[in-house]
């Protein structure tokens, strides 16, 4: 059964830093691009960033680029977004998925996890 599991958000100052951690279990992890998603209330789920299986493509949504750094350790199967400079619009919660190609496309995500709740203070 695969489990995909978020973690490290939490509550934290505009202008300061988050590191958010997944990890995937019950599939081969570097057989699947892997990207984070964001829901804010009452918008719909966003793409922030993803990446491919061996690292070598990543994707960052506009309103994240030059702050957001995804990344990847495929031998302790675990996705990782280093979020600097945060902003009280990044609220949200963050969802961690896995699909089986490289892509943006959200329908093509596979395995999600719960979220993990990112509240950004002004």
């Known amino acids: 059964q695969v489990q995909v599991v978020e973690s490290g958000g939490g509550l934290v100052q505009a202008g300061g830093s988050l590191r958010l951690s997944c990890t995937a279990s019950?599939?081969?992890?570097?057989?699947?691009?892997v990207g984070w998603f964001r829901q804010a209330p009452g918008k719909e789920r966003e793409g922030v960033s993803c990446?491919?299986?061996?690292?070598?493509?990543?994707y960052y949504a506009d309103s994240v680029k030059g702050r957001f750094t995804i990344s990847r350790d495929n031998a302790k199967n675990t996705l990782y977004l280093q979020m600097n400079s945060l902003k009280p619009e990044y609220t949200a919660m963050y969802y961690c998925?896995?699909?089986?190609?490289?892509?943006?496309?959200?329908?093509?995500?596979?395995?999600w996890g719960q979220g993990t709740q990112v509240t950004v203070s002004s």
């Open positions: 998925a896995a699909a089986p190609y490289y892509t943006t496309r959200q329908g093509a995500y596979k395995y």
């Open positions: 019950g599939l081969t992890f570097d057989d699947y691009a």
């Open positions: 990446i491919s299986r061996l690292g070598g493509s990543t």
